[in-house]
């Protein structure tokens, strides 16, 4: 029996198969078989539409491959196979990162296979708790300007809460933890700037009043960190921060879902659309993430 591995942002999570080598014939059959969604057209490598990269899961295992002229003949044409490629597959029997679904045949070999999905299809939205679903109260700014010093606050709240979470992990000898916060910190600093920008007209810090305050006392996007353990894992901090993603996106969300003010519901809208991309990034790196952590206890 042979494991593939389907992964793509089109999916929730990776799916793993089990396909008895050459019984179901190629990559594009085996997921056809299990209602994978690896784009295709033609099926007869033509399009390219199928187009996909394999990893064997085992670099010790070396099988003879079967890359076929229309095959090299597509993937060249993508600009996805290089000339030393092509000489390996031909002399040394080292298959391409990338191939062709309808092209490549399952053999006896454990194999992740990840495609982008069909991008012609409409991105999900995250998931609405049950709470940001019917909740109809929060903050109700008053104008376009509030509303803007509002997200203003936010992504500066997120950018100095990951940079302290950074400073925590990488003084307790936490690296990986604390290069992962620095990057997410350097990400809020660039969705503030984008706030900023939109906000140059208007007065970007606006004060609030002391009895405006929000949920838990803290601004959507802060963590429910436990700042200074060194034990987190990279997967507990990416846990952590997708909740104050989906916080900030249901934030948004409820303010366009609640305005009155149809330019306060444009603005929301924009700021749901990036939430819903922020949301969508750290699904993956989780899924990723979890992936690894399964190969390597496997």
């Avoid at 199928?50 to 003949?73: F, G, H, N, S, Y």
Wanted: aromatic share 6%.
């Amino acid at each position: 029996m042979t494991n593939v591995t389907f992964s793509s942002p089109s999916m929730a999570r990776d799916v793993t198969v089990y396909a008895v080598a050459g019984d179901r014939g190629t990559i594009l059959g085996v997921a056809k078989a299990h209602k994978i969604p690896i784009p295709f057209d033609c099926q007869d490598g033509e399009c390219g539409s199928c187009l996909v990269e394999v990893k064997t899961l085992d670099p010790t295992r070396k099988t003879t491959i079967a890359l076929t002229e229309k095959e090299k003949e597509g993937l060249r044409q993508l600009g996805k196979i290089t000339r030393e490629e092509i000489h390996d597959a031909e002399v040394n029997d080292i298959a391409p990162r990338h191939r062709l679904a309808c092209q490549c045949f399952v053999r006896n070999e454990d194999i992740l296979v990840s495609f982008q999905g069909d991008e012609t299809l409409p991105a999900q939205a995250p998931h609405l708790s049950t709470a940001a679903k019917i909740y109809k109260g929060g903050l109700k700014p008053a104008s376009v300007d509030e509303f803007l010093s509002l997200a203003i606050k936010v992504e500066e709240d997120a950018a100095i809460h990951f940079d302290e979470l950074a400073k925590a992990m990488a003084a307790v000898g936490n690296d990986a933890v604390a290069k992962l916060f620095a990057q997410l910190a350097g990400f809020s600093r660039l969705h503030l700037a984008e706030a900023q920008k939109r906000a140059a007209a208007v007065d970007a810090h606006v004060q609030l009043p002391p009895d405006y305050v929000w949920p838990d006392h803290v601004t959507p996007e802060r963590t429910d960190l436990w700042v200074g353990d060194p034990a987190m894992s990279r997967l507990d901090a990416l846990r952590a921060a997708l909740r104050g993603e989906k916080r900030g996106y249901e934030f948004y969300y409820s303010m366009a879902g609640t305005a009155t003010d149809p330019d306060i519901v444009a603005a929301a809208k924009e700021f749901v659309h990036e939430e819903a991309e922020h949301v969508k990034v750290l699904e993956a790196w989780i899924t990723r993430e979890e992936w690894d952590l399964r190969h390597q206890a496997a």
